[in-house]
């Protein structure tokens, strides 16, 4: 940090440097970033360090997150409008104040945590969905069931899914799981995690899907309306509002979001 004014500056945020020795080490007993838009792999395995795939999923996180607030889809709460003779489903902010099993999935997807040994860990529903290809959430317009946002996080959850399916979490778990603190890591292990085809992937294998998206102007059609954020007044199981859980520090979030259910 720089005073302005002084020109004297200072190295803050010593907590999470690391020892020229042992780069890789983890320092923290969490992740430090954004729970919900980190990779699945990160979140699972505590001691791994990060690669290019990881930023790269996390585009998927953040896009699949916006959308999950601002668009229709499966898991949003609505209701029947006639307008001009025609009917339509639109965003019924009421009912999505009961809406528990949005609440549930996104609970789940992104923010659910528990400690194992040292470290918190999480994002096996991520894995899970990573893995089958397919989406946690369908999205859908008034007008149509495609579009931009469907294609793009479809289409990612597919290229993610090819390369998911060359991980093997016994392996992983042996070289970046919390185990690794105490059993030794055989070449075996270290071969078998370098098959994984995710630390292969480039900006390149993203770009596919992105391209093809905008190259269709009916993708980029943006008469579709935006819903309100569907996260205020969205519940927790036991009723506390999921907002107020889930904004603040992140240790926070992760520690209420895994104690409430």
């Not at 499966?74 to 999505?96: D, E």
């Not at 317009?141 to 093997?168: I, N």
Request: glycine share 8%; charged share 20%.
């Amino acid at each position: 940090m720089i005073n302005a004014e002084t020109g004297k500056s200072f190295l803050n945020d010593w907590d999470f440097a690391k020892l020229v020795e042992n780069p890789g080490e983890a320092t923290a007993s969490d992740r430090s970033g954004t729970w919900p838009y980190m990779s699945a792999t990160l979140l699972m395995f505590p001691l791994k360090p990060n690669h290019l795939f990881d930023d790269l999923e996390s585009f998927l996180h953040v896009l699949q997150m916006l959308g999950m607030r601002f668009h229709l889809h499966s898991h949003s709460s609505t209701k029947m409008v006639t307008s001009g003779g025609r009917s339509s489903k639109v965003y019924n902010a009421v009912a999505n104040a009961k809406n528990t099993r949005f609440a549930t999935v996104l609970r789940s997807l992104c923010f659910l945590a528990h400690k194992w040994g040292q470290n918190f860990v999480g994002g096996q529903e991520k894995y899970l969905y990573l893995s089958l290809g397919e989406p946690p959430v369908l999205f859908s317009g008034p007008s149509r069931p495609s579009g931009a946002l469907p294609t793009l996080v479809s289409e990612w959850h597919k290229l993610f899914s090819q390369h998911y399916g060359t991980l093997e979490r016994m392996t992983w778990e042996a070289l970046w799981g919390e185990l690794h603190r105490e059993v030794p890591v055989s070449q075996s292990v270290r071969d078998s995690v370098a098959k994984c085809t995710l630390s292969k992937m480039t900006h390149e294998d993203l770009d596919g899907p992105w391209r093809a998206v905008l190259g269709d102007e009916a993708f980029l059609d943006s008469s579709e309306p935006k819903t309100e954020d569907q996260l205020e007044t969205l519940p927790l199981p036991d009723g506390t509002p999921f907002m107020k859980v889930s904004t603040g520090s992140k240790k926070r979030s992760v520690i209420s979001m895994s104690s409430s259910g």
